[in-house]
């Protein structure tokens, strides 16, 4: 039970409140009093009261929903503040590991130049004293026994064996260095015996000379082995050749005519000219030719060889026919004429050279009287592959642009040159370039080929033949 005396301030507001909570709900104008103080000082210091506590409940109740909040949002920054440093200080640590890496790498490629430096002044020094070991040899009689001879020649071997095994491990062993201290040793004694220094030049001259006459023969003999090389038929070739010719006697006549002559003559076409007694090359260029043809319907091949290497030529093309496109081969022996003008032009140009004399070389000069009824003719080396449309309306065609007393070079756009004998063509080149010949002796389907290039080539070989097969004409 309440009483009067109980309650407190805080009590009194609150039933006062639920009175006036009552009293507005029941729609009363005048406030229900549940209880009144007697003095009206009383009761405004208590509302004043009351009004200041409920005030400082609600202040303490957002200050402490503020703080939490507050707290909640420093946390989160710390915590993302803390991700980003952690993550930073991780790409800091990969890129300290990446430079000192790229540090190391290049203190031990210093390292290594600087012991490679080191290696070859010291077999360039040991070569040297070999060099003046020998010249000391010649100034004995070559039947002399002396305890010097003996001592020079051994000392000569030792050092010739530290120089292999320098060059061959790329570094200097003490033992090499022992030796070459040795053999210092020894000259600085022959030196003694030897003292005609005048002499000395002399000999050292004359074995100057004859070294520079042995790389003079060395490189006179290697020219002639490339050349060489150039101008050989590989076996596997000359097999292939020796094949396709009995097949061709084994044929009956009719069975040796190729289809299509009519287009032979017909101005309309697109006519290219090959002469060649390369059966594998001659192949390539037809057939690169047309793998980039837009109307290979609309080309023809007139391949001019020797009457050697006619009937395998022929018999190859014949076995072999380059899809739509018309090929028809023929002997040089056919024009009646060559013989003459050549044989003027080789007693004009007096050279033994096969590839000035020869005769298939000349012919590209006389195109006008080979194929005198056609307007437009494309030659063709059989050292080239093509590798884009070579016809097109306004164009010009590949190599060289000739007329009548005038020639000029097409842009490497259309020809790239030096296959067959740079190595250092620019692949950007090649690879803009309409047509790649392989000029020079280095040949792609020779042994001395450059290999870098001969892909280029050999894609378009069908190796997989079997004539190619029979003759071990491989990749």
């Not at 000082?41 to 303490?60: F, I, P």
Request: aromatic share 8%; hydrophobic share 35%.
């Amino acid at each position: 039970m309440c009483c009067t005396a109980c309650l407190t301030d805080v009590d009194k507001w609150f039933f006062n409140s639920i009175g006036v909570a009552m009293q507005e709900s029941e729609g009363l104008k005048e406030p229900l009093v549940v209880y009144k103080d007697d003095t009206s000082k009383s009761a405004a210091n208590l509302s004043s009261s009351e009004d200041t506590s409920l005030g400082e409940v609600r202040k303490g109740a957002n200050d402490a929903d503020l703080s939490e909040n507050s707290g909640c949002s420093a946390t989160r920054h710390d915590a993302d503040e803390s991700g980003q440093k952690r993550h930073l200080e991780e790409r800091l640590a990969v890129s300290r590991a990446k430079e000192e890496s790229r540090a190391d790498r290049v203190q031990l490629n210093k390292v290594v130049r600087s012991r490679s430096r080191i290696v070859d002044e010291k077999v360039k020094e040991m070569k040297d004293q070999v060099i003046r070991a020998k010249a000391y040899l010649n100034f004995t009689p070559s039947n002399s026994s002396s305890h010097m001879v003996k001592e020079l020649k051994l000392r000569i071997k030792e050092v010739e064996r530290a120089m292999s095994q320098s060059t061959k491990d790329s570094r200097l062993s003490r033992s090499s260095l022992q030796k070459m201290k040795a053999m210092e040793a020894t000259l600085s004694k022959a030196s003694r015996i030897y003292p005609d220094c005048a002499a000395m030049i002399r000999k050292l001259r004359a074995m100057t000379y004859n070294a520079e006459e042995q790389v003079r023969s060395q490189r006179n003999q290697e020219t002639f082995l490339r050349a060489l090389g150039g101008r050989t038929i590989p076996k596997g070739l000359h097999c292939l050749s020796m094949r396709l010719t009995a097949e061709y006697f084994a044929l009956e006549p009719e069975e040796r005519e190729f289809r299509y002559k009519h287009k032979l003559q017909n101005p309309h076409f697109y006519h290219f000219a090959v002469f060649s007694d390369n059966i594998l090359a001659c192949s390539v260029v037809v057939n690169s030719t047309i793998s980039t043809a837009r109307e290979p319907e609309k080309i023809v091949f007139h391949v001019v060889t020797d009457s050697l290497n006619l009937p395998a030529m022929s018999m190859w093309f014949l076995i072999n026919p380059p899809g739509k496109a018309t090929v028809h081969v023929e002997s040089m022996e056919n024009f009646h004429w060559l013989t003459t003008k050549y044989n003027v032009t080789l007693q004009r140009e007096g050279s033994i050279d096969p590839r000035y004399i020869s005769e298939l070389n000349h012919l590209r000069f006389y195109l006008p009287d080979v194929f005198p009824r056609l307007n437009k003719v494309v030659l063709l080396d059989h050292d080239v592959g093509n590798k884009r449309p070579l016809w097109k309306e306004g164009s010009l065609p590949i190599g060289w642009l000739t007329f009548y007393t005038h020639t000029l070079a097409l842009d490497k756009n259309w020809h790239i040159l030096g296959l067959g004998h740079d190595s250092n063509v620019r692949q950007e080149d090649i690879d803009q370039a309409s047509v790649i010949h392989f000029d020079g002796i280095r040949k792609p389907w020779l042994d001395i080929g450059i290999e870098r290039y001969k892909h280029l080539w050999r894609k378009h070989v069908k190796y997989e033949h079997p004539y190619l097969q029979q003759c071990n004409v491989h990749e």
